[in-house]
């Protein structure tokens, strides 16, 4: 960028990405939003993709010409009692109100699979999760593994996982197959989730492949 491709003119805001009415609403938007190009959707035609994960726990996928959602997942079900977690669920309003979807997914265009990580709270009991959905359509891949962990510390006592006292903040990464987790705490509440995990799933079936817990 410079001052000559940079005026006022032809540089600047073209319009604006948004939930259209009657579907849910994204919440916040913490995680970065992902860009795909020419990928064949549910229509069979190509689209270059904008696609945006929000704390209250939707995805959305514009086409980036038309800015018309090409397909939405929502991982929440209020007739069902499943709704994205809240600040007030950890007691930490560092993310809120919502914490449905705060670290940004990673895209693996071999597989038509995007990873992310959701928090929900169903019927009272927190659940974060990997998810695997499709990049064309939005589907789920694979059955979403619920993220846990427990480690025997050597001065005594575990490092627990908590679905509301851990958060993923990070982005996901994909490397050698494997698709990491990064966790830190809310607010550091006390407990056996203040540490930090680092978590490697199989990109293939999500299943665990190691973690990683970090005592200071």
């Known amino acids: 960028l410079n001052t000559t491709n940079v005026r006022p003119a032809t540089f600047g805001q073209v319009g ?22 020419n990928e064949t959707a549910a229509d069979g035609q190509p689209h270059n993709l904008v696609i945006v994960a929000g704390a209250a726990a939707q995805i959305y996928a514009f086409d980036e010409t038309t800015r018309a959602v090409v397909w939405h997942h929502g991982f929440t079900d209020p007739a069902n009692g499943i709704r994205q977690q809240l600040w007030s669920d950890s007691g930490c309003p560092d993310i809120n109100p919502d914490d449905g979807i705060v670290g940004t997914p990673v895209i693996d265009r071999t597989r038509d699979a995007l990873y992310v990580v959701v928090a929900t709270m169903e019927n009272g009991v927190a659940f974060t999760r990997l998810h695997a959905i499709s990049v064309s359509n939005g589907n789920e891949l694979a059955t979403p593994t619920v993220i846990m962990g427990s480690v025997a510390l050597a001065t005594g006592g575990t490092a627990t996982i908590s679905s509301t006292g851990n958060l993923n903040r990070g982005a996901l990464l994909e490397a050698n197959g494997n698709i990491y ?3 830190g705490s809310h607010c550091d509440l006390g407990g056996s989730h203040i540490h930090g995990w680092i978590i490697a799933y199989s990109a293939a079936t999500l299943a665990e492949t190691g973690n990683l817990v970090d005592l200071t």
């Not at 849910?24 to 939003?33: E, H, M, N, R, S």
């Open 16 to 37: 604006a990405l948004a939930a259209p009415a009657g579907m849910p609403a994204l919440g916040k938007v913490y995680a970065q939003p992902l860009y795909v190009t």
């Open 181 to 183: 987790v990064a966790l």
